[in-house]
DNA sequence: GCTTGGATATCGAAC
DNA sequence: GTTCGATGTCCAAGC
């Protein structure tokens, strides 16, 4: 464990210990007086003001301001950085490829230089994704609807790959689509890119479901799901089960004959379960 | 312009300057060898590492390895601080409402504090965003096709707000969504979803265009566009002109002879037709 | 406060 | 390498 930590060093100062630190793959954190300079994907510039830069040995730049958990500019993995003096000014330039980017940030006086010895592990163990809540529905499917049985999960579709699909108590096809979060249209409009990829391959009369599975939905997205027939299952990724104050309110009464009379409408499309709470 | 430093401060030097610079509105670098707990909207554990932890005065909190632009745990701004000294460990708790969460960082030893006075400007001036295609767009709608004019911009619908609204040279309505980056299927949908709320706003007799004005589309994005009658027009965000090499590879214009015999032709504005259930 | 969609999104996995 | 979807996405604007 070592650091190295300069107090108002001259340019000189901090470039040499800069190319120092850059060769021993440290993480190196600079606290100066700066303006960016960003061209890449996008351009922008960025007025004279005091700014924590962190340069990671992956090639990863952070220029972040007293506010935002988001770096004012940046610049992902896979850069290279290099030091200079130009013009009395220090210059810290990442650059990288795939796209061609560049970020340049010239520091008027560095206030304090710091290069850290960072180890040990980066390996988060996280619960609750979208993942956790797949689990908890292969492990009893009877989450999504008594009598559902899950064929195939990432199944291959001309839309992309679906979460789950399988088929209900009556052998109908269903898509299962899982979220992790309260959806919006997105969501709902993913779920039917997949349903009519399998009306597509199916041919239209073959009855397909699709069944959006997240812990609640917007009302707008509740009324796209209705528009094309789709259903909704209220389920909280973390328990598996369904979300708090939940258990009274579902089945809320579906409305009577939908004015879509193609006779093969697998079932009711209750999708106004949730609607509560936003 | 003040910094504070501390190198392999006890934990409880640490709390002091902690305190002080919390109270002072600093921005705060702790780096040291740490656990992190997070648990809210999910749930995760990270193990034993040195790491660099910044404190925001907003409330932001990032804790970062030696890899990657995403910090592995972090807390967005509005969170609070507190720091406390337990079993000999220093923790340093962010908590925040709406959604409930909390991060907590326990220090076995702190290599380095700073306490950083940032200031200055954090407005970024940046150039090459969707906003700025749309302008480019409304300066001259011919960009988009000899005849549009643009009626609209965020038009209200029920599926949401469009980029563009307009009409062809024959008067027909247009949908047209902007994309500052190469498209894929959701795009399509999205679009998609404008579209249909304008034939249900208009009725099904009405014929309404989609077109998505983008830098470039993948192919299945490109089969998504085709399949609903929907239309392409390349443009790159930064300049409002087709990207390099595109002058010469026609947009809308197919090759002479398409072996696709549908009589699709996009510039009838042929969705009313084609009926499509969903 | 919730909803919606953009972002220099980043990131990871599949192809 | 590109493509695609998840993310504790973050973030701003609108309501």
Redesign the pocket.
Known sequence: MHTTTLHRPTHRETLWELEAAIERGDLITVFGRCT?D?D???T?TLGPGNRLVILKPDG?TL?HTD???????????GCEHHASVRDGRLRVRGTRT?PD?T?DIHFEQVHQFSALDVTGGRD?D?Y?????LREHILDDPSLVESGFTPLET?R?ST???M?IYGEDAEGVPMVV??????V????AS?LQ??VEALHREFGDSVAVRGVLVAP?V????ADLLKENGLEFVALD?ATGEPPEATEASEEVEPPEASEDADGDEPKEADSETDGS??
Chains 1, 2 share one sequence.
């Open positions: 960016v960003y890449g994907r996008a922008s990863s220029v506010e935002k958990r988001t770096p004012v500019n940046w610049q992902p993995p795939t980017e970020l988060l996280l609750g994704s979208e993942e956790d990432e291959e839309a992309g790959p979460d689509e899982l979220k992790r979060r309260r919006g249209p997105s969501a993913q890119r997949y609640s917007t009302d707008r997205a990724p709470d936003g």
